[in-house]
């Protein structure tokens, strides 16, 4: 069949942090020569910022650097961290905070500001537009475009109007296009499902750590205007979680009396009973958290992966035609929990190797080898480097054992040791059998501060055309029922955010594996923990999914 197409200079995948940045920055540096460099930005969301979701407690760093005018040009931060507090939860009553003196230096936040990561894109999407960046939303980058060498020419964008069994739906019927380019950039977050593909193509990460990750829930709250203190961050360690289950949470204040809530459960957890929704449901009673909260009320909800591996873990950056920028790189720095300002930063490293190459005249296809160097010597190599054994140490010691050694680390070493931590095993591999694992019993929600998974994806106004393939693909149908099921208790039905999973016993007593794909909100927690690796996460039908207002 042949495609309609249309050709550019560079074609970028994914309107977040990376993929937004990158695209200003070829922008302005064609501007700089005086020459023109077409851009087309692709984004699987209905709109830019429908699909992001982060805390987010932001750092400036890049932003100064791609629009040092950021002020003037109305970028929303709004809110400077006023003062940060660190606590140890004991158990579900008490909690300890941790002097000033005993936090790790990254996790100072002085100068950095409390956003919504959702409208900082939209602002950066407006900058991209106005500098002459074409934006198309509501497309899926279904698969890469290879030539007959096997180098990445672009990407095709998911057919339309197809149904179940994947056949034409009369009269609304449209095939997918190929957006052709002589440089492809994949921003597509983390766990992008393309991006996936060219590590295997490519063996990106045959030399890398394994990648690890974590799942992020968040809610926004409007709360009583006497609890709210602008500026405000909080952040956790501890209870619900512990050393076999790590992670901890956030709490945010926002400008007009919001705050962001939310719990990150690293994907490393190890008993299989666990429920990172209902363990956050759970968290919201804790007294530290809940004299915020109570009163309020809750009105967004939303979840997704998070790529923790840092530098250990970062696979080769680059392969002919094209390259991995952001979290579908992997650059977030865990020990600041944060990964806007790396995200662009690494995108904008990309669009200068990019822009230089398309300015010197090549026709594209080559390896960007000065997009590789010029990240090496840049702060976002040197920030990653201090915080390599981060996470590492957290996984190994525990969180108050590896708490201890990452103060030593950053703030009398400066994250300088002369020795780097390794970990090497998977995070689906890291489940316990259900037979050796303790059954957790969580409390029920009660509807003011906790909530079932339902009543919150309906606040995700997540939606997707019912009658189109099932955008989550089991390599072998039988695994959920006759291995998972047995060993496992088929954890799916609780790691994930969204109900979208359920194993539904008929009136026969037979075990039936439900995937309800319309309840989706895109988080991939599913294609990372799926102890048999039987989950593969590929895009919906463009525009499926949350919509997320302000995440």
């Known amino acids: 069949m042949e495609r309609e197409y249309m050709e550019f200079d560079v074609v970028i995948v994914g309107a977040g942090p990376s993929g937004l940045s990158a695209a200003c920055r070829l922008k302005q540096k064609a ?3 005086g020459q023109e460099i077409s851009v087309c930005v692709v984004e699987k969301g209905s709109e830019v910022g429908a699909h992001i979701l982060s805390g987010a407690v932001f750092e400036p760093r890049a932003l100064n650097e791609l629009f040092p005018n950021w002020q003037e040009l109305g970028a929303p931060l709004n809110t400077p961290v006023k003062r940060d507090d660190i606590y140890v939860l004991r158990d579900a009553e008490k909690a300890r905070k941790i002097p000033d003196f005993f936090v790790p230096k990254t996790m100072h936040n002085h100068g950095n500001y409390i956003i919504s990561l959702g409208n900082l894109c939209r602002w950066l999407a407006q900058q991209a537009e106005n500098l002459g960046v074409e934006i198309y939303p509501g497309f899926a980058a279904q698969e890469a475009l290879f030539d007959e060498n096997g180098v990445v020419r672009g990407i095709v964008t998911g057919d ?8 034409p739906k009369e009269g609304l019927y449209t095939p997918g296009m190929e957006l052709r380019a002589k440089y492809t950039l994949f921003a597509e977050g983390c766990r992008g499902h393309i991006g996936k593909q060219l590590l295997k193509r490519f063996n990106l990460d045959d030399e890398a750590d394994v990648q690890h990750y974590a799942i992020g829930l968040k809610e926004i709250w409007e709360v009583n205007p006497a609890k709210h203190e602008q500026g405000l961050v909080v952040h956790t360690a501890g209870w619900p979680l512990d050393d076999a289950n790590p992670g901890g949470s956030f709490l945010y204040h926002l400008e007009n009396n919001q705050v962001v809530v939310g719990l990150i459960v ?3 957890y190890s008993n299989p009973y666990l429920s990172p929704f ?3 449901q759970r968290y919201k009673h804790h007294p530290v958290v809940r004299q915020y909260l109570e009163g309020g009320k809750r009105i967004s909800y939303g979840a997704r992966a998070i790529t923790k591996g840092g530098l250990n873990s970062l696979p080769k950056m680059v392969f002919p035609g094209g390259a991995l920028i952001g979290c579908d790189l992997g650059t977030l720095n865990f020990a600041k929990i944060k990964g806007s300002h790396t995200a662009m930063k690494s995108g904008m490293l990309a669009a200068d ?3 230089d190459a398309l300015l010197a005249g090549k026709e594209g296809g080559d390896v960007l080898t000065s997009y590789v160097d010029a990240f090496k010597a840049s702060w976002l190599h040197e920030e990653l480097f201090a915080s390599r054994n981060f996470g590492v140490a957290i996984h190994k010691y525990g969180a108050i054992k590896g708490g201890a050694f990452n103060f030593i680390d950053q703030n009398i070493f400066g994250g300088k040791l002369p020795f780097t931590l390794h970990d090497t095993k998977p995070d689906y591999a890291c489940l316990k059998l259900a037979a050796d694992s303790k059954k957790i019993d969580y409390p029920k929600p009660d509807g003011k501060l906790s909530f079932d998974k339902l009543s919150s994806v309906f606040l ?3 939606n997707h055309e019912e009658e189109q393939p099932c955008h989550l693909k089991l390599t072998d149908l039988s695994i959920p029922i006759s291995k998972n099921l047995p060993l496992y208790d088929e954890p799916a039905q609780r790691y994930c955010p969204a109900g979208v999973y359920e194993v539904i016993t008929k009136e026969d007593g037979e075990k039936r594996f439900q ?5 989706c909100v895109h988080c991939k927690t599913c294609d990372i923990k799926d102890p048999s690796q039987n989950i593969t ?11 997320y207002p302000n995440m």
């Open 31 to 33: 501007a700089e020569a």
């Open 160 to 167: 339309l109007g197809v149904d179940r069994e994947g056949n």
């Open 266 to 268: 690293d994907l490393s």
């Open 278 to 280: 209902d363990e956050f």
């Open 353 to 355: 190797s990019v822009a």
């Open 460 to 462: 995700s106004s997540t």
């Open 515 to 519: 995937i309800n794909a319309q309840n």
């Open 537 to 547: 996460w590929v895009a919906p039908e463009g525009a499926g999914g949350p919509t």
